[in-house]
């Protein structure tokens, strides 16, 4: 049986907006900072991020792992 969590796949722009809950800028800002992951270019014009890094970022964020 596959985990949907080991499925990797890219997401765009108003999916990572809504799994994060930062503005485009904001995650600019901190991709350009080395504290987001990097977007991939998919083709001229079109970029996303890959899944299993959005959800890496997300875990190293959480409440648990800073404080305990």
């Not at 504290?35 to 959005?54: C, D, H, T, V, W």
Request: some cysteine; charged content about 30%.
């Amino acid at each position: 049986r596959v985990s949907m969590k080991n499925i990797n796949r890219f997401i765009r722009e108003p999916e990572c907006k809504r799994i994060t809950g930062l503005s485009r800028t904001t995650r600019w800002r901190l991709e350009q900072a080395g504290n987001f992951p990097k977007r991939y270019q998919l083709s001229p014009g079109i970029s996303a991020y890959k899944s299993s890094e959005i959800t890496e970022w997300l875990e190293s964020r959480s409440p648990e792992k800073n404080h305990g």
